[in-house]
């Protein structure tokens, strides 16, 4: 069993930036590629990013490709979000996931973590 904690959500204004983290436990970290979801206020959820096993690659949605930037630490047992330029509709409820595949769905996540608020202001 996985647990997932993400932080760093909060307010910000748009243009401004953000970096939210997801510290795992109870597994082996560098099994799972890692992704990023978010949800927004009546809306589906929806993907964000995704990195592969090492690192080496990452998958980007593309209403974020350029602004957003995934990484992760194995050794840290963390993957990051970097979130620049941000916008009104980057507002959303932010989700790290441990997944068996690696590509721009959920079919493959396996844990989930509980999510952190971010809110972007105009």
């Known amino acids: 069993q996985v647990q997932l904690v993400e932080s760093g959500g909060g307010m910000v204004q748009a243009g401004g930036s953000l970096r939210l983290s997801c510290a795992a436990s109870?597994?082996?970290?560098?099994?799972?590629?890692m992704d990023w979801f978010r949800q927004a206020p009546g809306k589906e959820r929806e993907f964000v990013a995704a990195?592969?096993?090492?690192?080496?690659?990452?998958l980007y949605a593309d209403s974020v490709n350029g602004r957003f930037t995934i990484s992760r630490d194995n050794a840290k047992n963390t993957v990051y979000l970097r979130m620049n330029s941000l916008k009104p509709e980057d507002t959303a409820v932010y989700y790290c996931?441990?997944?068996?595949?690696?590509?721009?769905?959920?079919?493959?996540?396996?844990?989930w973590g509980q999510g952190t608020q971010v809110t972007v202001s105009s």
């Open positions: 996931a441990a997944d068996k595949s690696f590509n721009r769905g959920s079919i493959g996540v396996v844990y």
């Open positions: 109870g597994g082996t970290f560098s099994s799972y590629v």
């Open positions: 990195v592969s096993w090492s690192g080496a690659s990452t």
